[in-house]
């Protein structure tokens, strides 16, 4: 009978579920303990360069988010403004020039193979995030601040083509009718 087949269909679902929930709290618990940073993991700095010129230090990196992970091993914090503007992606490549009094200068200098999609705004633990096709993205509140965006609206996003991501950048936001 076709019930007994979708009933242990279901029953197989919500298990791989538990299973993936179980795997998932595991790892970030190993990672927390070991204070290791899943994203990190599959940064690739290889190819970019630190510099001099004049008086500017010129460091070439990675986004990672609310980050750049330098050529030279260090972390550089991307200001948020300029993250959502830029509609920075994780693992876009920047340029940073800091000059000699101490100041910032991002570039973007390679942005990654991009996707963009739509999905819901939503709150969740105090953190503005798109929920869609099983996965959840963070997105940076001063993007969503800015516009003013309200939970619920529809959001277009932009994620890397190539990579998982835990992040997304927004686009545009989709007028509700």
């Known amino acids: 009978m076709e019930q007994k087949k979708i009933i242990a269909i279901k ?3 919500e298990s ?3 299973s993936i929930r179980n795997a998932k709290k595991l790892l970030s618990e190993i990672l ?3 204070n290791v940073d ?3 993991l599959s940064l690739d700095t290889s190819g970019l360069s630190e510099y001099k010129s004049d ?3 010129i460091v070439e990196g990675v986004f990672t988010w609310e980050e750049m992970l330098g050529a030279d091993g260090h972390r550089y914090p991307v200001p948020s403004n300029y993250a959502s503007k830029s509609k920075l992606v994780q693992w876009d490549k920047l340029k940073l020039t800091i000059d000699g009094s101490g100041k910032m200068l991002y570039k973007q200098i390679q942005p990654i193979e991009r996707e963009t999609k739509v999905w819901l705004l939503v709150k969740e633990n105090g953190k503005f995030q798109v929920v869609a096709e099983w996965k959840t993205y963070n997105l ?4 969503v601040t ?3 965006w309200e939970i619920g609206d529809s959001l277009t996003i932009v994620l890397p083509l190539w990579k998982e991501a835990t992040f997304a950048a927004i686009e545009a936001v989709i007028p509700k009718e």
């Open 11 to 13: 029953d197989f679902i």
């Open 16 to 18: 791989a579920e538990k």
């Open 32 to 34: 927390k303990e070991n």
């Open 38 to 40: 899943l994203n990190e």
């Open 55 to 57: 008086d500017n230090k």
């Open 140 to 143: 940076l509140t001063a993007a």
């Open 146 to 148: 800015h516009f003013k």
